[in-house]
């Protein structure tokens, strides 16, 4: 029995000595520790915190990085590329680091057909060797932002201004009688060989539209010029005759993106079309007429697709009425804004210049 008490003094004694915390404590202790314990606390969170700050600035770091070698080697690319395919082609300028990226990319998300034609619209090559989609959308988005950049270093509403001012430099140049001559002579031959355009050509043979359509222009727009010269000078230095001449020296500026398409014969069908019937009726002294073609050009007539084109898998009827011939085409871009426009004033001029038999015919 001494023996079993004695051995369990021992097992107590050992229990203490292990660690076993004693029966009382001071509260200042227990303050202290509970003080320790926020304080570690207070500091891992701390730590936590700066550890993700700089994860969270090293990765925005290396994407930065990314972003702009990225955007290097791409402006470098279509620099290269365009120097050696195209020595007409302006260089792309670097984008600005303050620029932001969905400006150029995701924005700037066109079709293929869409970027195709508003680059044979300024005369570039649709692709570049070894050129991928995204690569050609931004040159041409590149190209457009070169020429707005252009326009608003000239400062806003800055064409009419601009034709404004050079209508005195253009009248010095017209003033050589042997140049004007020479140019009425090239004209009437044009017109005598032109003759009355015939409609049956859209469906028959298109081609021939295009130089039809181009002398026809260009003796009207010379009609225009010659007309603008004729005027006595005291019209001339009025503040209307100013006018007058600006508006036909900024309506020859807007039409020659026109002529180069009607050269390069790579105007769509139903803008070919169009143009042919505002010709043919303003040839004919059908102003009403000229005047319907020009807003289907224009305006279009085709109904609005509201709850139409976003129906899920189902087509409705009223699917088939939306046509490709019937969009408004100014709407498409500023270029052919300027040049359809263009062709309304020069109807309202062969309207003035050579007015119908018919009164019904006359424009609003």
Avoid: C
């Avoid at 050079?166 to 090239?186: F, H, L, M, T, Y």
């Amino acid at each position: 029995m001494d023996a079993l008490k004695a051995e369990i003094a021992t097992k107590r004694k050992a229990i203490e000595v292990d660690g076993r915390p004693s029966k009382y404590m001071r509260r200042g202790d227990l303050e202290r520790l509970r003080e320790q314990e926020e304080a570690a606390k207070q500091a891992a969170e701390r730590e936590a915190k700066e550890k993700e700050k700089e994860r969270a600035a090293a990765l925005q770091r290396e994407r930065a990085a990314a972003l702009q070698k990225e955007r290097a080697a791409t402006t470098s690319k279509s620099n290269v590329r365009s120097m050696f395919a195209n020595p007409g082609t302006p260089s792309i300028p670097e984008p600005d680091a303050s620029a932001s990226v969905p400006a150029t990319g995701e924005a700037f998300n066109i079709s293929i057909e869409e970027t195709i034609r508003r680059l044979r619209q300024k005369g570039q090559p649709i692709r570049l060797f070894g050129e991928t989609d995204r690569d050609r959308r931004l040159r041409l988005r590149a190209l457009e932002l070169i020429e707005e950049r252009g326009h608003d270093r000239q400062g806003g509403q800055n064409d009419f201004r601009k034709a404004l001012e050079d209508v005195e430099k253009v009248e010095r140049e017209r003033q050589s009688k042997g140049a004007r001559e020479k140019g009425k002579k090239k004209d009437e031959t044009a017109a005598s060989a032109v003759g009355v355009l015939d409609l049956t050509l859209i469906k028959t043979d298109p081609d021939k539209l295009y130089p039809l359509i181009y002398y026809a222009l260009k003796r009207t727009l010379k009609e225009w010029e010659e007309a603008m010269d004729d005027r006595p000078e005291e019209v001339k230095r009025t503040t209307q005759g100013k006018l007058a001449a600006a508006t036909q020296v900024q309506s020859a500026e807007y039409l020659k993106p026109l002529f180069r398409q009607l050269r390069a014969r790579n105007l769509p069908s139903d803008v070919l079309g169009r143009i042919a019937e505002i010709v043919h009726h303003m040839q004919m002294r059908q102003y009403q007429r000229a005047n319907d073609s020009y807003l289907r050009l224009s305006i279009g007539n085709a109904p609005w697709p509201i709850g139409v084109t976003m129906v899920g898998i189902h087509e409705r009827s009223a699917r088939e009425k939306i046509s490709s011939d019937q969009v408004a085409h100014v709407l498409n871009d500023e270029v052919s804004r300027k040049y359809i426009q263009s062709l309304k004033r020069l109807l309202t001029f062969s309207q003035t210049k050579y007015p119908p038999e018919d009164v019904s015919q006359l424009m609003g």
